[in-house]
């Protein structure tokens, strides 16, 4: 039987980045292999994201971690260059607003101070200084925002998760075109990785980067992980008026819309919860965008009264339910498993610092850049949440 040192269940944007932080690290130098069920990506939730990026959080361990995000895609050009060609990541640094209102304000400040004492760069804008600053914006029952210019804004994920797999190829990762179908556990330890295609591959480590698909890898080796698929829509649509430039902006409300780099708009909301259960397919929900998205728009927006819905697409969050945060670490019994899972709507942006992470696990058994042990996989079992604490509320 083929053996690798390590085998990663998942060659999207956490599965890459953790290739690459392997193959790239002066502490590693064992074979990697990335298996990936969908090379295209057309079905992986890093492509049909919106690639947003912020270091607007409220937990130090999200404010850091975005931080090395930003020094990431900043360095990209070089980091992920191979044979001496730059390589072109596209990051639209055109910022992120959240607005809030009076009850909010106490939230808002409190996190901004956090956020700008670890490096972070947003600032408040009270009420009466937005007309002046976002003549667009509908200032009612608005207290503030809270605005990052600099640092803040989107890449293009697809061309991340290309970038990744390009460069951990050129450092030696082994990518295979397969499905991993199942997980030998002996003796504590994952042993090997069955495969569709009817091959097993033997494993030093396992890491699980399966996105939505988690639950479901973690299962295989008789593990829980409440990982699950949580469909989001992206709705695009034009509007003759041009609001430019436009970050990207959440209302009070949790819907957020940005301008498109190349023109038109793109907005979206998470479902009421009641309408949120775990799903696999990837079916628009239209009367979301009528009875929620646009009505809410066309109030913060007055441009957006008249607007052209123009096309709409849906994909998966890989929902944790506790707390929709990561969950990094090494399983307490299969210490050969490790999981990089259950980022929610932050996959994108997280993905760097969550790769190399997984990375330090590997090689040292432990943190060594951020201290992320309160993503660990016990606060799960025990159901103890470590949430952000919001500006924004949900419908
Ligand atoms: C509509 C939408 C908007 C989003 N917007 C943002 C955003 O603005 N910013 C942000 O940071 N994040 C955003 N996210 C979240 C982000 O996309 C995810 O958190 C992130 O993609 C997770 O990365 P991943 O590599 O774990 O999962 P994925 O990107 O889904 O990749 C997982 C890969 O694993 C493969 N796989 C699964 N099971 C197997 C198996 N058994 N064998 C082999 N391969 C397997 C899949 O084919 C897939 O390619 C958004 C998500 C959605 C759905």
Redesign the pocket.
């Known amino acids: 039987m083929t053996s690798y040192d390590v085998v990663i269940?998942?060659?999207?944007?956490?599965?890459?980045s953790t290739a690459y932080h392997l193959a790239a690290g002066a502490d590693f130098d064992g074979s990697v292999l990335v298996?990936?069920?969908?090379p295209s990506?057309e079905?992986?939730?890093?492509?049909?994201?919106?690639?947003?990026?912020r270091q607007q959080f409220s937990l130090p361990e999200n404010i850091a971690i975005c931080l090395y995000g930003l020094e990431f895609y900043r360095n990209a050009h070089d980091w992920l260059a191979v044979d001496g060609e730059a390589f072109d990541l596209p990051f639209t640094e055109r910022g992120y607003l959240f607005m809030a209102t009076e009850g909010r304000v106490a939230v808002m400040e409190s996190n901004n101070a956090l956020q700008r004492s670890m490096g972070g760069k947003a600032e408040i804008v009270w009420a009466d200084d937005l007309p002046a600053r976002f003549p667009w914006l509908n200032p009612e029952g608005l207290a503030g925002v809270s605005f990052g210019a600099e640092g803040e804004g989107?890449i293009d994920?697809y061309t991340l998760?290309r970038g990744y797999r390009r460069k951990a190829r050129a450092l030696g990762v082994e990518y295979r075109d397969?499905?991993?179908?199942g997980l030998r556990v002996e003796g504590g330890r994952v042993t090997a990785v069955e495969l569709a295609s009817g091959v097993a591959v033997g494993c030093g480590a396992v890491v699980n980067?399966?996105?939505?698909?988690?639950g479901?890898?973690a299962a295989m080796a008789g593990i829980d992980l409440p990982v699950e698929p949580r469909k989001?829509?992206?709705y695009a649509f034009d509007c003759r008026e041009r609001i430019a430039p436009m970050p990207q902006c959440f209302t009070p409300n949790g819907v957020y819309v940005r301008a498109e780099t190349g023109g038109g708009y793109i907005a979206?909301v998470s479902p009421p919860l009641e309408r949120d259960p775990p799903c696999w397919d990837y079916d628009v929900e239209y009367c979301l965008f009528e009875d929620v998205v646009w009505p809410e728009l066309a109030h913060r927006f007055p441009a957006f009264e008249a607007i052209k819905l123009r096309n709409a697409w849906?994909?998966?969050?890989?929902y944790n339910p506790l707390d929709e945060n990561g969950i990094v670490d090494s399983h307490p019994e299969v210490r050969n498993f490790h999981f990089?899972?259950g980022?929610?709507?932050?996959?994108?942006?997280?993905?760097p610092a969550a790769g190399r992470a997984v990375a330090e696990l590997i090689c040292h058994g432990g943190f060594r850049t951020i201290d992320l042990s309160r993503l660990n996989y016990a606060r799960i079992a025990k159901g103890e949440a470590l949430r952000e604490v919001e500006i924004v509320e949900a419908f």
Not at 209 to 214: C, P, T
Not at 343 to 351: A, D, E, P, T
């Open positions: 269940v998942g060659g999207g944007v956490i599965g890459g298996v990936e069920k969908d990506y079905f992986a939730s890093c492509a049909r994201s919106n690639g947003s990026i989107w994920p998760v397969d499905e991993v179908t980067a399966a996105g939505y698909h988690a479901r890898v989001r829509y992206v979206g849906a994909c998966h969050y890989d990089a899972n980022f929610s709507g932050h996959g994108v942006q997280q993905s």
